[in-house]
């Protein structure tokens, strides 16, 4: 009897996490800190196969099955997540490798750490594999790519430019940088703090050769402290999706190796620390959860739109793990049982629209 409870409960988790090879982390099993990312960088770095650069990954990887659904590339600088698009691309018909045109002309492939800061001293050899990786080479708006150009992502006090999604560059607000950054929409921050971290894990024994306004020349932390704090309060502020959970599985059939902070979000907080006030700026103002802080088990959720079209809500705790998934939330009501959560800071999410709340 004992027995088949067991396989039942090792034969559900096999399945929540169909795509993760069995055994491809268990080598980091008991390990934290920046020994934890160097073993994570041994893993993800074995078997890792260079494909070479072309296009072929982004039709299974880069596809609207999400939003509007349409299938369409998803473009994180032209996805509208809480309403229609500003315009849309059809895989291969409208990829391209230079252009002249304005936004919505044709989208490209994106180097999310720009190749410029991976590039040798000399020579115009680009480095690989870096070069060709597809966990942080995404199909973007070519106009969009060229403005970001090798400008760090960060967060934007004065915008010089507007994407048509709201994705801005301009002068850096963060505390500590004062230079040009690039600031995505909130619903891609944590997209791209995961690309960033994984980067800077699967590149650690090369990167101290890279020279870019992010890093601090270690490569165990990697991150100047502006940035560091900032990629961690995306993280924390915009947990994983199943977009990237889709895109990592995509990414691994390719090139056979895998983001370990979408697999393992809570690695993040274990090798890096987490950012402890989590302020309120990034997160959606039409979500009210009450009573907040919680007192029993039951929450009831408000939205500035009709929560019915969401199929599902997810809670996060604050090292991004995902703690309940609730099917079908508000088909019958706006009311939400929570598991037993230990007391803490939790994130809400459904849809596009996020909150912050509290157990006490
Ligand atoms: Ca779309
Ligand atoms: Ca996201």
Known sequence: MKKSILLLLVGFSGFMN???????????NGLTGFTLKSKLSEIVTNGHQNRGYNWTVFAT???????????????????NPTGADPYNYTIVVNQCGSANGPEGTCYNREHTIPKSTFKPASGNEETTPMHNDYHHLLATDYDVNNKRGNFPYGEVGTATWTSLNGSKLGSSKLN?????????????????????????TRYENQIQGFTYAMYDGTKTKVFAEPFLNMLLRWHQQDPVSQKEIDRNNAVYNYQRNRNPYIDHPEYIAEIWGTVMAVDDASFSKNLTVAPNPVKGNTITVTGDKDLKQFKKAFIYNTVGQNVQTIENPFQNGNTIVLKNLPKGVYILKTGELNTKFIVD
């Open 61 to 79: 990887a880069d596809r609207d099955k999400y939003y509007e659904n349409d299938n369409t590339v998803l473009d994180i600088y032209s996805e």
């Open 18 to 28: 169909a795509q993760i090879p069995t055994g491809y982390y268990s080598q980091a």
């Open 176 to 200: 500590g940088y004062g230079g040009t950054v690039f600031e995505p929409i909130n619903e891609f921050k944590g997209d791209i703090a995961r690309i960033y971290l994984y980067f800077a």
